[in-house]
């Protein structure tokens, strides 16, 4: 069973375009993450999302924006998209009072051409 | 600035060998300390963390080191295999859940 899913597992796409990555856990954890790892491989995170509390990087641009429908899902959209985004995002999720411990998704290649 | 300083960048073990990644943090708020393995497209997992409140941490060919005064801490695995192959990450939490990672090591186990 697969505990932290995302699709797609490959997204390219042109510059300006808008899209969505979407991201489910059925571990019923309570706390959902988004990650960026770039072409180095650093991790950098870019939301925490809990029915309570939307924690944003500051750093992160406002083209991106997470939707969560339930505690299930927190889906990423990202609109005019550039270059520099091009990049794997991650999904992960923890749950409280364990919320140290975050599970992975597999990731979503980003390719903006 | 980078809160949480892994080094070395890549590493290069024999079979059998120890690898031993080092990591440095800044911030004294941190009370959670976790490495994670990641293999070539795969996401980052869970493998091993420590609390400031024990200097070592051991799970199986895993161990943990921390030494709170010098805010280091470092994985050591014994007897490196080829399947350790994969990049680790050590972070750091504390206050905000939202860990701080290092910027990752590339380690290579030759069979």
């Known amino acids: 069973d697969t505990a932290v899913s995302q699709t797609p597992k490959y997204l390219v796409t042109q510059m300006g375009n808008d899209k969505s990555i979407k991201c489910e856990q059925n571990?019923?954890?309570?706390?959902m993450y988004w990650y960026k790892q770039d072409s180095k491989k650093f991790l950098k995170i870019m939301f925490s999302y809990n029915n309570k509390e939307l924690i944003i990087n500051e750093t992160v641009p406002n083209r991106f924006s997470p939707k969560s429908p339930d505690k299930a899902h927190l889906n990423l959209h990202i609109n005019s998209l550039e270059l520099g985004d091009s990049a794997v995002y991650f999904c992960?999720?923890?749950?409280?009072?364990?919320?140290?411990?975050?599970?992975f998704g597999p990731g979503t290649r980003l390719t903006v051409t | 600035q980078q809160q949480v300083k892994q080094s070395p960048q890549s590493l290069i073990v024999q079979k059998g060998g120890i690898s031993i990644i080092n990591c440095a943090y800044e911030n004294t708020a941190f009370d959670y300390f976790p490495w994670y393995q990641q293999f070539p497209g795969k996401g980052p997992a869970l493998l091993i963390a420590i609390r400031p409140d024990v200097s070592e941490k051991k799970e199986g060919r895993f161990t943990i080191s921390f030494n709170k005064s010098a805010k280091q801490f470092s994985l050591h695995i014994m007897d490196s295999q080829p399947g350790d192959s994969a990049t680790y990450f050590c972070a750091a939490s504390g206050g905000s859940y939202i860990p701080t990672f290092g910027r990752g090591t590339s380690l290579i186990v030759h069979p």
């Open positions: 992960a999720s923890s749950q409280a009072g364990y919320r140290y411990e975050q599970y």
């Open positions: 571990l019923g954890h309570d706390t």
